[in-house]
Structures are given as C-alpha cells and as structure tokens.
C-alpha cells in the first residue's frame, strides 16, 4: 500500500510529479529554442543582443521607409555563445563566403562536416556604386534590411522538416572572441548570427549530407541533365518546396538558393533540392519608398494574407520551375496543396514560432501566425495560378544522349512521350518522360533537342485531317543529326538553338526573358526652379518571345504634372523588335507643357525682377507635339545606323502682360510645324 506525505495540502508525490514536469518542460523549452534540437550543449555563455540597434526611427521617417519587422531587430533578446572548441566536434574558420550583403565564414568540424555561418544583419551597399555608398541614398538602401524577417529561417526549417523537404537547421548564435576563427577572428568575433551545416559530399565511404551521394549546385545539375538522361530531378520534391515558398513569401528563389543531393538507384542518379537561405521569407515591404520601389521592380513582393499574383512572387526562380516542373500532372499539384494545408497546422504553426527568442513573442508572433494561416489556407488559388503559369508555354528538354519524342495531337490534347534511343537504333520501351497537355492551360509547347542524335514522331488527328491544334509545338535544335517527320505542320515550328554554348549562365539563365507579359509602372518624379514639382507616372508593357533579343516588343505610356508650373506631360512610346529582323523600331509620340515654361529676354544683360517672377510675368504658355519613328539596325559590332524621321509642331500663345508679349516678332511665336529625318552618327 503506497501512502503519500502531504505539505502545505499537496502530497509530496505530487509535488514532485509537478517538479520532475516542470524540468521536462525546462528542458524541452531549451533544447528546442533558438533552432537547435541539441545546441544547448555547445554554448559557453549565455549574453544579450540587439539584431539591428541602428534601424531604429523617428515615426515619421518610419512612415517613408516603413515599420518593417523593426520592432524585432531593435528588441534584445538572449543567446548563447557558440563554443568552438565543441560544436562539429571542434571547429576551425578556413574560408570567408562570397556574398556582397551577408557576411559568412566557413568551418571544418573534427566531425568530418563542415559549417557555414551567416551573420543576421547585412549591408546591402556593397552592391551600390562606389560613389554613393557613403550617402542619404545608401542609408536608406541599408534601412530596407529591416523589412527581412531577423529568424525567418528558423521557422521555415521547421515547416520544411513538417512536410518532408531536405533542408539544413540553423542555429541563432554569437561567435566567441576565439584562435580557432583565425584570420577571421577581427572581423567576425562577437558577431550574431545563425550557423548550420553545409550540405557536402561524404569522403572515405562516408555518406554525405542526408545520405547522398552527389551534392552539387544548379549550374551542375542543369549540366548533368543536359549531358545524360540517366540524371534526373524529383519534380515531385521540387514542386512540393516551390509550393512552401509562395506560402511563406520567398521570392527571391533563384538560382543560388538550393542545392542538390543526388542518389544513385537503378543505374540513374535522381536530384533531391536543398532549399537554403531564407533571406527574404516573411518580408513586409510597407511605407512609401517600398511602395514605390514595388511599382517598378514587380517581383519584390510583401508578406500579407492574400498572395500577389504569382508570375511575380516566382520570378527569381522561373528557370528552374520551366525546366523541372513541365513534367508534373495538375493532379499531382492539387494533391500537394492539400498535403500541405494538413501537415501545415496551426500546432506546427505554433510550434515553428516558439523557436524565436521569447523577448520577441508579444511583438510579432500573433501577427505572423495570422498571415502564414491565411496563405496556407489559400494555397489552393496560388498552386492553380503556379500551375497555369508553368503550363501556357511549356519546356521540355532532351540531353546530349540519342532520344526519340513523340507528339501525338488527340482530339482535345496533346501528348509528349520521350524515349531512350538504344546503341542498336532500337528505342527504349518505356518512356523516361510523359505527359498530357490540356489545351485549356497549354498555349505552346518547347521541345530542346541538345547534341544527340534525335528523332521527331508527329501523329494524331491534326495529321489525319490536316487542321491546325491549339497549341503550337516549337522544335528548338541543336548540333546533332535530327530526322523529324510531319515538320510542314501549321503547328509545328523548327527553330535553331540560339543559347550560348560559352557562358552557361547565359545559356541556362539567360539575361533576357524568352515567353509571357511582364507588366511594370514607370514612376516620374523630378523637381527644377521653373517647374516646381514633376509627379506622375504609368504603365510599362513588355512582350517577350523565344530568340528576340531583348524583348518582342516594349509599350510605355506616363502622364506627369508639373505643380509650380501648372503644365503637363504624355508620353507614348514603343520598341518592337520582330517586325523586321535585326531592326528596332520605335515610334513615339509626346505632348508636353513643359518644353519653354520660362522667358527672361534676349542676351545676358535683361533685368530681372523677382516679384515680377512671383506674379509670372516671365512664364510662357507653349504647347508641344512630336511624332517620330525610329528605325536601328546593326551594321558591325562598333556600327548602328539610326534613321529617326519625326515631326513637330508647338503653339506658343502671346499672353498680354508676359515678357514675351513684348517681343511681338521673336521666332517661335505662335503656330511652327517641322518635319525632319536624323541620322546620327
């Protein structure tokens, strides 16, 4: 029989129940803060810091820059200091990173791993012109830092660990003052920042980061799937990280963001992504200079509960999406989203925002949860507009090996099979890659074929009946014999590759966009003595297509006022680059008040009169008009001939009581039309 002493009228079982619970939830409390599951046994000391103390602002400078997550970067908050001689089983600084905002350094670890450590807060300047990085302008440029989430790592690493997705855990930190960081020691003792392994490779028979084989980045893997078909990417798995990023606002996933862990299985070598470097999840780009700044750079996209539209939010990550994600099924997109929204819950929510330090819980937690639950919860509308977007033109590539494709037009679809060509001519049974096109979503499709020595199948209905199919297929060849059957097609292309061979970053991730609209807003703010105060501004309309450099064609229209001097501005202007090839043609039409808005006589000895000024005695009323067109074609690499005819007319009206109205025969009084051809240099 078990009896209990009670104290104070709680037995001294169940006090001590209540003691060995409490320490449990001590212990699970520090454990998981801050990001690691076991970094509390790598802290020297514990001391206390501010994220960013110099983003802190006046009120109403924080109404132009924006509030930001400010409040996060200027709270203290505790954390521990890394100890070296423990962590990675003794760690040794040997590199510094690259990169132009983030400061980093590289360690080996005695545990055979190596580490990368990222400091918190950045300097973007870097990027700037010399010439004003030490100014106003550059402050600002800084300032915008703070529209970053400090830790938005440590939560996404919590939500990609939820959902299955590869990904390395960072850990928040402050580096020692310590021998082991070396030559770094100067410049990075006491810094905060995160630290975490650096995927690699395993030596000595060793495996690798998760257990791979291969690690390599995306400019290998976009060379290892041209190369051999034998090396293929897990849409499945890309698709499913792609899906997280447009959830947690991270649109800045390009290239450099992921790498790739490679697993050999059944003579192929199948890609993993990595997703690293959560800069730029949860930002919130509120106040007036980001605003404006969003007109014109489209794709920097603030964390809200609604998702903006989506070419927008994807478009640092558009290379990769066309070249892996064409092969995916609406199907499997819509079963994804709902995998998502389940393991997402509102518990993992909360469980991936108890990792940030606890000084910060009452500034901005109940805010962010809001806005994660309402994306998750209408993650639906965003997979079905990512799976539009990828799908209107879609890009399906072959390698340098022999292959075969297949385009079968049914009756209200399109089919792609890709097929292994054999050493003895014979194609392999099995496709390495199919896929149905709905021509409710698929505009055209874009088949690369590389070096090999490829054959082209076209059958179905078009063939039959010799009707055009909605969508277009473009065959786009490279070196390599081809044999394409049906080629006469109405919707059928051939096109030769015009990638570079020399720059693979340019062949990959071309500097020019190749397919879609792109919408923009040209914003128009000046200020002179005689105009005063120039605002306006209005849209920009671009239209890209495969092998017109740089864009098919361009559409701008702004309207601006002038406040001082009461006048105003139009412009209409185009480029077109595909009307005649290799020549650029530009019309352009202008209204504008503001050619002449001010006369103060003949010659350099005219008195003037301040008040006279003031009550506008000197302003003249002139209306503008010009139409012109240019045409440019490149005769050499050092010659471009230009011929711009262009017609002009201006009315100058004589206001009685002006300056003007004194000289009553001056040239340009009233109605003048001129019509001229240039030819610059």
């Not at 790592?153 to 939500?159: A, D, E, F, K, M």
């Not at 770094?184 to 690699?200: A, S």
């Not at 959560?278 to 930002?283: E, N």
Request: hydrophobic share 35%; glycine share 8%; aromatic share 12%.
């Amino acid at each position: 029989m078990k009896s209990d002493i009670y104290i104070n009228g709680n037995s001294l079982h169940t006090r001590s129940m209540m003691i060995v619970l409490i320490i449990i939830l001590f212990y699970i409390n520090a454990k998981d803060s801050l990001g690691a599951s076991d970094s509390t046994n790598y802290f020297s000391e514990e001391v206390e810091v501010v994220a960013g103390a110099n983003y802190e602002v006046s009120g109403v400078v924080e109404s132009i820059l924006g509030e930001h997550w400010r409040p996060l970067w200027i709270t203290p908050f505790k954390v521990g200091v890394l100890d070296l001689n423990k962590f990675g089983g003794g760690l040794q600084a040997f590199k510094k990173g690259g990169g132009l905002q983030t400061k980093s350094v590289h360690f080996k670890g005695d545990d055979g791993k190596r580490y990368k450590f990222r400091s918190m807060d950045k300097d973007p300047r870097q990027v700037l012109p010399p010439d004003l990085r030490n100014t106003v302008f550059a402050d600002a440029f800084k300032d915008q830092i703070s529209a970053s989430h400090p830790l938005s790592s440590i939560i996404v690493s919590r939500l990609l660990d939820e959902i299955g997705v590869l990904n390395v855990k960072p850990i928040v930190t402050v580096l020692p003052d310590d021998e082991r960081l070396g030559e770094f020691r100067m410049e990075f003792k006491r810094m905060l920042g995160t630290i975490e392994e650096n995927p690699t490779e395993g030596k000595n028979g060793k495996p690798g980061f998760a257990n791979a084989d291969k690690i390599i980045d995306s400019y290998e893997l976009y060379e290892k799937l041209e190369k051999d078909n034998d090396n293929r990417v897990d849409a499945v798995e890309f698709l499913k990280a792609r899906l997280l990023d447009l959830m947690i606002g991270d649109w800045d996933r390009h290239y450099d963001q992921w790498l790739w862990a490679g697993y050999k299985e059944d003579g192929l070598t199948v890609y993993k992504p990595i997703p690293r470097d959560r800069d730029q999840a949860f930002s919130l780009y509120d106040g007036l200079l980001p605003m404006i700044a969003g007109r014109a750079i489209t794709q920097i996209e603030g964390y809200g509960k609604d998702y903006p539209k989506i070419y927008n939010l994807s478009f640092n990550g558009r290379y990769l999406d066309r070249r892996i994600l064409p092969m995916v099924e609406k199907n499997v997109y819509d079963s994804l989203t709902n995998f998502i929204k389940e393991k997402i819950s509102n518990q993992v929510i909360d469980e991936a925002l108890s990792l940030l330090p606890k000084e910060w819980k009452r500034l901005g937690h109940k805010k962010l949860k809001e806005l994660i639950i309402s994306r998750r919860d209408k993650l639906k509308s965003a997979s079905e507009e990512f799976y539009e977007l990828i799908n209107e033109t879609a890009d399906i590539h072959g390698s340098d090996k022999n292959e075969e494709i297949v385009i079968h037009s049914g009756k209200n679809e399109m089919s792609i099979d890709v097929f292994k060509i054999k050493k003895d001519g014979s194609r392999s049974p099995v496709p390495i890659y199919r896929r149905v096109f709905d021509p409710d979503f698929t505009d055209g499709i874009r088949i690369y074929l590389d070096k090999g020595k490829d054959k082209v199948t076209v059958t179905g209905n078009s063939i039959l009946t010799g009707e055009d199919f909605p969508i277009d297929v473009r065959i786009i060849y490279g070196d390599g014999k081809k044999e394409i059957s049906n080629k006469d097609l109405d919707f059928i292309e051939l096109t030769r590759d015009t990638r570079s061979n020399t720059d693979m970053k340019e062949r990959f991730e071309p500097s020019n966009e190749d397919r879609g609209y792109d919408w923009r807003f040209s914003p128009v703010l000046n200020y002179n003595s005689d105009d005063g105060i120039v605002l306006g501004g209005g849209p920009i309309l671009y239209h890209y297509d495969y092998g017109v450099k740089p864009y098919d064609y361009r559409l701008l229209l702004t309207g601006a006022y002038a406040f001082g001097a009461k006048s105003a501005d139009v412009i209409f202007a185009g480029e077109f680059y595909s009307i005649v090839k290799g020549m650029k043609i530009a019309p352009q039409f202008h209204f504008t008040q503001l050619g002449i808005t001010r006369f103060y006589g003949l010659g350099n000895e005219t008195p003037y009169d301040k008040q006279k000024d003031k009550d506008g005695f000197y302003n003249v009323d002139q209306n503008l008009l010009q139409f012109s067109i240019g045409f440019e074609t490149q005769l050499t690499k050092r010659v471009i001939m230009n011929i711009s005819p262009f017609f002009r007319t201006s009315n100058t009206y004589d206001r009685p009581g002006t300056n003007l109205s004194l000289y009553p025969d001056i040239y340009g009084i009233g109605r003048i039309g001129l019509l001229l051809v240039l030819m610059p240099r």
